[in-house]
């Protein structure tokens, strides 16, 4: 199984960006984001949990990020839009199968894509 995550770049504050993460192999019953800001843990950003689970935020996200999967394709999105200087990390997809109570959790997920950097500038 790999995860291949794309579409980072630079963008002003205010701006919008798309990643994509393009997955290989086995699905599982959860996919994420999380990101990683310089110097700083890897953080819970969003996920989606099949069967009984739903969609979840990081509330300094919520209504400024939409996480979203194509099944057929076996694809990963995050649409980020009004991005602020604070979103600025290198953002990794991730995939497994949390229980619902981890979700948010990167010990939850257990593959991982390479990592893309957002760079959102003032």
């Known amino acids: 199984v790999q995860l291949q995550a794309s579409g980072g770049g630079l963008v002003q504050a205010g701006g919008s960006l798309r990643l994509t993460c393009a997955a290989s192999?086995?699905?599982?019953?959860?996919y994420g984001w999380f990101r990683q800001h310089l110097g700083k843990e890897r953080e819970f950003v969003a996920a989606?949990?099949?069967?009984?689970?739903?969609?979840y935020y990081d509330d300094s996200v919520k209504g400024r990020f939409t996480i979203s999967r194509d099944s057929a394709k076996n694809t990963l999105f995050l649409e980020m839009n009004s991005l602020k200087p604070e979103d600025t990390a290198v953002y990794y997809c991730?995939?497994?199968?949390?229980?619902?109570?981890?979700?948010?959790?990167?010990?939850?997920?257990?593959?991982w894509g390479q990592g893309t950097l957002v760079t959102v500038s003032s």
């Open positions: 989606i949990l099949y069967r009984g689970g739903g969609i």
């Open positions: 192999g086995r699905t599982f019953r959860g």
């Open positions: 991730a995939a497994g199968d949390p229980i619902l109570s981890s979700v948010r959790a990167s010990n939850g997920f257990r593959v």
